[in-house]
């Protein structure tokens, strides 16, 4: 009895172990079930020349198709230690004639049943459907990487370069170029660049920064699969919303929520936040150079989580952060256009998003190139620090392009400043269009007097140009301030960018901390506004970030031989500051020499006056050099800070 009941608990044991064993894999791998489990793979040293296999990927619609590969060879440490790819034939589906397609970038390639790699690049001008194909193996070590977020670049136009005005023409162009992965030996990644709401100008500054740009648009709902199944097309978003930017290739390997694609990197940035979208293929387009897919973008079903050089690696069901941007843009008295995007939060990237939607907005909105003028009005909203209001004007042929670009500049030195991380948490920027240019141009100016008195108030007259108008004349009064020194004193007057330019020369200031690097920017004039420095020879140091125009010359001289080197010694001072808003914008920028004599008392003394009103006390230089060095005056077609 006791043997058969001993059998009986065994065989109890027996049944019921697995049956918990299953119940504990399924709670355990619950989030995993709701993906494919992974493919069997091959190792790239059992790959061999004349091997044959096949690869899925859309060439129209969204339900991946078959085409045939044939292994050419392994190129080993070809692009770099332990870096081999696979190169393969690729036939079927028109391959032959159109060759391989930008878009095509990630389609699984399997050999003897196994997944293999994924095509990554090829060659443009070949004649025949030749490609690089990543390993999966090395695309598969992706999903199991960490890693710090990069290092942030420096600013795309330092702070110093910002205020004075000096932003490089082509500053959008080279910020975007930075966005297409290269491989050596001029072979090209097989990602499409897919875009919407881009109009012609726009799209040309796309295409010549990024290569394979195409317009497309959105998908319908249902149109694109949400599985993301092998084969399947994805893409990567940038831009969402009114405009769009994505770049499009193929799903390599999907297990559980983890996707893998592309087969090269997609920004090289190593850990990454971007959204992944689904994608709908409208067709192939043959083309002598490099063919390529023409896409419909769908909607957000997960996030980039890698971007290295075996590939990009994403989770279905992640956020990732993007930054809300509106762009506002009234032409005459229209009502205003308004549009709305969400940009990808990259600080690397972010700023020329924001550059490129604007130009973008512009051309949607009424024209980018052509005589012009623009008010603009910008406000960065700033985690933790509040926000920044920017007002500038532009005028002339490139004022859609210097607009944009001023932005992308500004935008850039926020994010990727030296001093502090720093993140938007939105962008706003209104835009007001005129058809022709509105700047006058500042010729001349002249006092009613040159011999001058502290505190005495004295009338500028000043000489201006209407843009192809007649000379008109405009007055400034003025009080001067009440401590001034006896001798030179100068009146430079001119519009806002330029002043603020001549500021910055005649009381130079590197920022320490961001604090300070803001309050330099929100100091900020436009164009519209006319504007007075009063200038006059004297001694002061700047340290640390901060001006001290007056010291004592031996307070001077002991922080001037301190060991911190913080301290940079000023030859002039500002003595006062006028600002007058304009009905138009001002460019140019011109100076008013005066004589300041001091009134001194009469004393009682013995042997005559003492003082009377003397003209030697404090004789200053002029600050002639320190104001040409900060001059700035442009003709009609410059934009400004």
């Excluded at 090395?138 to 999903?143: E, T, V, Y």
């Excluded at 401590?483 to 200031?509: C, F, H, K, M």
């Amino acid at each position: 009895m006791k043997r058969q009941l001993m059998a009986l608990i065994l065989l109890f044991t027996a049944l019921a172990v697995p049956a918990l064993a299953a119940d504990s894999a399924s709670s355990t791998n619950s989030a995993a079930a709701s993906g494919p489990a992974p493919m069997p793979t091959i190792a790239v040293e059992e790959i061999k020349p004349g091997q044959r296999g096949y690869g899925l990927s859309v060439f129209a619609g969204s339900e991946p198709e078959r085409f045939e590969v044939e292994v050419v060879g392994v190129m080993r440490n070809n692009l770099g230690p332990n870096t081999s790819y696979i190169l393969g034939r690729l036939t079927g589906k028109g391959l032959e004639r159109i060759g391989v397609a930008n878009g095509m970038s990630g389609s699984p390639v399997f050999i003897d049943g196994k997944l293999a790699g994924a095509v990554a690049f090829s060659w443009p001008f070949s004649h025949e459907a030749i490609a690089g194909i990543t390993p999966i193996d090395a695309m598969r070590q992706l999903s199991g990487l960490g890693g710090m977020v990069p290092a942030t670049p420096p600013p795309p136009v330092e702070l110093k370069s910002l205020l004075a005005g000096q932003i490089p023409k082509d500053l959008l162009e080279r910020e975007l170029s930075r966005l297409r992965p290269t491989f050596a030996g001029g072979a090209l990644p097989m990602v499409q660049w897919a875009t919407s709401g881009f109009g012609e100008r726009s799209q040309g500054v796309l295409q010549r920064a990024l290569g394979s740009t195409t317009p497309a648009g959105k998908a319908l709902p249902g149109a694109a699969s949400k599985s993301l199944t092998l084969g399947g097309a994805v893409g990567a978003v940038l831009v969402d919303g009114d405009f769009q930017l994505a770049a499009i290739g193929t799903v390599t390997d999907r297990y559980g929520d983890q996707v893998l694609a592309f087969g090269h990197p997609f920004l090289g940035l190593g850990p990454i936040k971007v959204p992944m979208a689904t994608a709908e293929v409208v067709t192939v387009l043959s083309n002598q150079y490099s063919s390529f897919k023409i896409a419909n973008v769908g909607e957000t079903v997960g996030a980039f989580e890698q971007d290295r050089k075996a590939g990009i690696q994403g989770r279905i069901g992640q956020s990732a952060p993007m930054v809300p941007m509106k762009l506002r843009i009234r032409m005459g008295d229209q009502e205003p256009r308004e549009f709305n995007m969400r940009l990808a939060e990259v600080p690397q990237f972010t700023p020329m998003l924001v550059g490129s939607s604007v130009l973008a907005g512009l051309e949607a909105a009424s024209y980018v190139s052509g005589t012009q003028s623009l008010d603009m009005t910008a406000r960065f909203r700033l985690k933790g620090h509040g926000d920044l209001e920017l007002r500038q004007s532009f005028d002339g042929d490139n004022a859609g392009t210097d607009v944009a670009t001023f932005i992308l500049a500004v935008a850039g030195y926020l994010v990727q400043n030296p001093l502090e991380q720093v993140s938007f948490e939105s962008v706003d920027v209104e835009l007001s269009q005129a058809p022709q240019p509105l700047a006058a141009s500042l010729v001349g100016a002249h006092a009613d007097r040159t011999v001058v008195h502290p505190g005495e108030r004295i009338n500028l007259n000043l000489d201006l140009v209407a843009y192809r108008g007649e000379k008109f004349r405009r007055s400034l009064t003025l009080d001067l301030p009440e401590d001034l020194p006896a001798g030179r004193y100068a009146l430079v007057v001119g519009d806002g960018a330029s002043i603020d330019a001549t500021r910055l020369a005649i009381e130079p200031s590197d920022p320490v901390t961001f604090e300070q690097a803001l309050r330099l920017l929100r100091s900020f004039h436009s164009r519209r506004d006319l504007m007075v420095l009063g200038v006059h020879a004297g001694s002061g140091l700047s340290v640390a970030g901060e001006v001290m125009p007056h010291l004592p010359g031996s307070v001077r001289s002991l922080w001037s031989a301190a060991a911190s080197g913080s301290a940079s010694p000023l030859r002039s001072t500002i003595a006062q500051e006028y600002r007058e808003e304009m009905e138009v914008p001002v460019d140019g920028l011109v100076k008013v020499d005066l004589e300041v004599r001091r009134r001194e008392p009469v004393t009682g003394k013995e042997g005559g006056k003492e003082g009377g009103e003397a003209g030697s006390e404090g004789q200053a230089a002029p600050a002639t050099s320190a104001v040409a060095a900060g001059k700035t005056s442009s003709k009609g077609g410059k934009g400004g800070r």
